[in-house]
Each structure stands twice: as structure tokens, then as C-alpha cells.
């Protein structure tokens, strides 16, 4: 397998080659051409051994050098020999097996990437999802949070049990003495709020 992908390396690499020669051989051409022929590049650069191949096709057979080795050889260098070696690299190209670890890995970056879809059809399930956004809940966790603080409004302890089975410490709350709520409760009455100023 690797010795296909070498030849196609090498073709791309002959096929460069030929291109910037194709650039050098214009001007002593003289030709207004767009590309250069693979033939007129050859006859340019090694005009011997394109005479050599001409008369060993002609002694097979010769229609094998016209019209089929002329038609071949009319198309530019870079095509002839680029166009075999890319897809000697494409096809041939060296696979490296992957090992266990690494297939260990993708089957579990794959399990992670389902769960966003096993998690948005529960969702959906237990109607906890809305349609128009995909699988956003219809409420926040700021929302559940100030919900359960108002249902165990009573009962700090319990409110300070459901905060640490979340997994967060409950924050430590001043008591307020008298005084200080009957202060509170007359700014509300004045129309500021606990924090303003006069």
C-alpha cells in the first residue's frame, strides 16, 4: 500500500516541477499558448529520449503514437502527472489503525454527545421543555430556588437542608432584631426601598 502512495507523491512532485518548467520553456517556445503541451515540454527539455519512444510505439503498431501518443501528450505536463498522483494519494494513503484507547474515547465521546438527545426527549416527556426553543425548561433554577425559599419561608432549617442537598452551602443570614424590621418597614412606607438613602 505504501508504495503507490510514494509513486503519487512523486508524481505531484514531478508534476510541480514540470509546471514551473512549462513557465521557462514559454519564452523559448515562443508561443502564445496558454499552457504548453506535455509533447512541446519534452521535446524542449529531452529531445532524444521523445525520439526513442516514438520509434519503439511506431514498431508496435503506428497508430500508437499517432493519434492516441500525440493526443495523450498534447495535454500540459502538471495534468498528466498530477492528476494520476492525487489519486494515488487519495486512495492509498496510510491509515493508521486506531487503538484501543482511542477507540475507548470516541465510543464515549459519542455516548456524550446522545445524552443532549436522550436529556431533550425526557424533558419533553416530563414537560418540562417548551417546542419553540428546543429543550430550554420553562424555568430557571433562580426561579425553583426563590419558589422552595418561599414555601419553607418558615422554616429556615429546612430551607438550609434543600440549599446543601443542591450541593450549596447556605450563605449565613443576620438575624434582624425588632427595631431593625420596624426601620425596614417604615422606608417601604415612605417609598424607598431598604437600601436608599434620604
Request: proline share 7%; aromatic share 10%; hydrophobic share 45%.
Amino acid at each position: 500500500m505504501k508504495v503507490p502512495y510514494y509513486a503519487g507523491l512523486m508524481m505531484l512532485v514531478a508534476a510541480f516541477v514540470s509546471g514551473a518548467a512549462e513557465v521557462l520553456v514559454k519564452p523559448l517556445r515562443g508561443s502564445g499558448q496558454f499552457f504548453i503541451g506535455a509533447l512541446d515540454l519534452w521535446y524542449t527539455i529531452w529531445p532524444g529520449s521523445l525520439l526513442v519512444l516514438q520509434i519503439k510505439l511506431e514498431n508496435i503498431s503506428p497508430a500508437l503514437w499517432d493519434p492516441w501518443a500525440l493526443a495523450v501528450l498534447s495535454l500540459p505536463a502538471w495534468a498528466l502527472l498530477g492528476t494520476p498522483g492525487f489519486v494515488c494519494i487519495i486512495v492509498f494513503r496510510p491509515r493508521k489503525k486506531s487503538s484501543w484507547r482511542q477507540q475507548e474515547e470516541a465510543r464515549k465521546d459519542e455516548e456524550q454527545l446522545m445524552l443532549y438527545d436522550e436529556l431533550t426527549r425526557e424533558a419533553h416527556a416530563q414537560g418540562l421543555a417548551s417546542d419553540g426553543d428546543g429543550a430550554q425548561p420553562e424555568y430557571s433554577a433562580y426561579d425553583a430556588l426563590l419558589a422552595a425559599e418561599g414555601e419553607m419561608a418558615d422554616d429556615q432549617e429546612d430551607f438550609d437542608k434543600f440549599i446543601r442537598d443542591a450541593g450549596v452551602a447556605p450563605r449565613s443570614r443576620p438575624a434582624i432584631t425588632t427595631p431593625e424590621i420596624k426601620l425596614v418597614e417604615k422606608r417601604r412606607g415612605d417609598g424607598q426601598g431598604p437600601g436608599d438613602t434620604c
